[in-house]
């Protein structure tokens, strides 16, 4: 990302500038060998899609890939699209060299773009369509009807327009049960930065883990510094009622942790947290995914013993679950999550304001994401 993107995101009283800006410049795909570039008009702004395949018969195809980018004021997976096109416009990348006759590609760069146009105090992270739900909900309900969730969007908002864009554009895949179907959704999540904060700050005998991302940062710096324990399991509940546990540590056990987490933030200062998400049906593909793609660029990104986690701590219909709630064999749903770089916008913008080094150490995470999130699409592009 360039500088003048980044002060044009912050802008948010122009930000429709930006948004044309990125559509006219997703319409140079057409230049491109194989791809295809569509618009689908809804109530809520233009819906881009680009299509990459060759003339293969329908018979043909075995794999089908798609790549999910913003649904909200995440920026991994937008960018990391311009940037593959672009990357493919300048010759730089060989379409040649990466596209199967038995394999289709669909990009969805942005799903969202009410939530990108309008950046409000009550929508300050842009998740929210127009009726005020949230995008990310709706995917299992889409793709596996037949699955009951009780969520309160699921019950309360009707399903949004572009659930049925996608669903429309893979149905005929979809019926065909000896395609394999892979898709990755690329969010952002401000957890990665304010949990390990909170650990570090807080960590002791009586700290009550209440989320499973928690958990997984004391377990990365147990596993990465080989502290020994005997305790099993690691997190207890103490009432079976409770909606949190604890650490089964001795104390001296748990200052040791303490310590090396301190040491372990301090290496990775400046690296970009991040973690894949999978479902059971993806598990296998989603560890290979991660693990080839970590290992190509770990100098920049956090050191992590767990590249990849499952997704079954939370029970909601996003992408990476909806492979699990149908019968549908050949479907590998994943995600990628990393640092989120915009969970308050209006809060960005005053410490762009303010701090002297802002633009500088934001623009250095952001594109460390953007690398992140453009090496795992080369990568699944691919890896079968």
């Given amino acids: 990302?360039?500088?003048?993107?980044?002060?044009?995101?912050?802008?948010?009283?122009?930000?429709?500038?930006?948004?044309?800006?990125i559509l006219n410049e997703?319409?140079?795909?057409?230049?491109?060998?194989?791809?295809?570039?569509?618009?689908?008009?809804?109530?809520?702004?233009?819906?881009?899609?680009?299509?990459?395949?060759?003339?293969?018969?329908?018979?043909?195809?075995?794999?089908?890939?798609?790549?999910?980018g913003a649904q909200h004021n995440e920026y991994n997976g937008l960018f990391s699209i311009l940037k593959f096109f672009q990357l493919l416009r300048e010759g730089k990348a060989k379409i040649n060299e990466f596209l199967r006759r038995d394999q289709i590609i669909f990009f969805f760069p942005i799903l969202n773009p009410y939530g990108f146009l309008n950046p409000k105090r009550e929508n300050k992270s842009g998740y929210y369509l127009k009726n005020g739900t949230n995008l990310n909900r709706f995917w299992r309900?889409?793709?596996?009807?037949?699955?009951?969730?009780?969520?309160?969007?699921?019950?309360?908002?009707?399903?949004?327009?572009?659930?049925?864009?996608?669903?429309?554009?893979?149905?005929?895949?979809?019926?065909?049960?000896?395609?394999?179907?892979?898709?990755?959704?690329?969010?952002?999540?401000?957890?990665?930065?304010?949990?390990?904060?909170?650990?570090?700050?807080?960590?002791?005998?009586?700290?009550?883990?209440?989320?499973?991302?928690?958990?997984?940062?004391?377990?990365?710096?147990?596993?990465?510094?080989?502290?020994?324990?005997?305790?099993?399991?690691?997190?207890?509940?103490?009432?079976?009622?409770?909606?949190?546990?604890?650490?089964?540590?001795?104390?001296?056990?748990?200052?040791?942790v303490f310590e090396k987490l301190h040491e372990y933030l301090l290496r990775n200062r400046g690296k970009l947290p991040f973690y894949f998400c999978y479902s059971n049906k993806s598990k296998e593909y989603c560890l290979k995914l991660a693990n080839i793609v970590y290992?190509?660029?770990?100098?920049?990104?956090?050191?992590?013993?767990?590249?990849?986690?499952?997704?079954?701590?939370?029970?909601?219909?996003?992408?990476?679950?909806?492979?699990?709630?149908?019968?549908?064999?050949?479907?590998?749903?994943?995600?990628l999550e990393s640092q989120k770089h915009f969970f308050n916008i209006f809060e960005e913008i005053q410490k762009s304001e303010l701090d002297p080094n802002y633009f500088k150490n934001k623009l250095n995470l952001i594109n460390v994401s953007i690398e992140l999130a453009l090496e795992t699409i080369k990568t699944m592009i691919e890896l079968v």
Avoid at 315 to 327: E, I, K, L, P, Q
């Fill in 141 to 256: 309900r889409a793709f596996a009807p037949e699955y009951q969730n009780g969520m309160t969007d699921l019950n309360e908002f009707s399903t949004p327009e572009q659930v049925f864009i996608v669903k429309n554009l893979l149905q005929k895949y979809w019926n065909n049960e000896n395609i394999n179907l892979y898709i990755l959704d690329m969010h952002e999540t401000s957890l990665l930065e304010r949990f390990p904060i909170e650990l570090s700050e807080k960590l002791s005998l009586s700290y009550k883990f209440d989320h499973w991302l928690k958990e997984g940062i004391i377990l990365n710096v147990i596993n990465l510094y080989g502290i020994p324990h005997n305790q099993k399991p690691l997190f207890i509940k103490k009432n079976p009622s409770l909606d949190h546990r604890y650490l089964n540590l001795t104390q001296k056990q748990l200052e040791l």
């Fill in 1 to 21: 990302m360039k500088l003048e993107t980044l002060k044009a995101l912050l802008d948010i009283s122009n930000r429709n500038i930006l948004y044309n800006e």
């Fill in 295 to 335: 290992n190509k660029l770990k100098e920049k990104l956090r050191e992590t013993y767990f590249t990849a986690f499952s997704h079954s701590f939370i029970n909601h219909g996003c992408f990476v679950r909806m492979s699990d709630a149908t019968s549908r064999p050949k479907i590998f749903s994943m995600e």
């Fill in 26 to 68: 997703l319409e140079l795909v057409n230049n491109v060998d194989y791809v295809n570039y569509q618009k689908f008009k809804i109530s809520e702004g233009i819906i881009p899609l680009i299509k990459i395949a060759d003339n293969s018969k329908f018979e043909e195809i075995k794999h089908v890939k798609i790549f999910i």
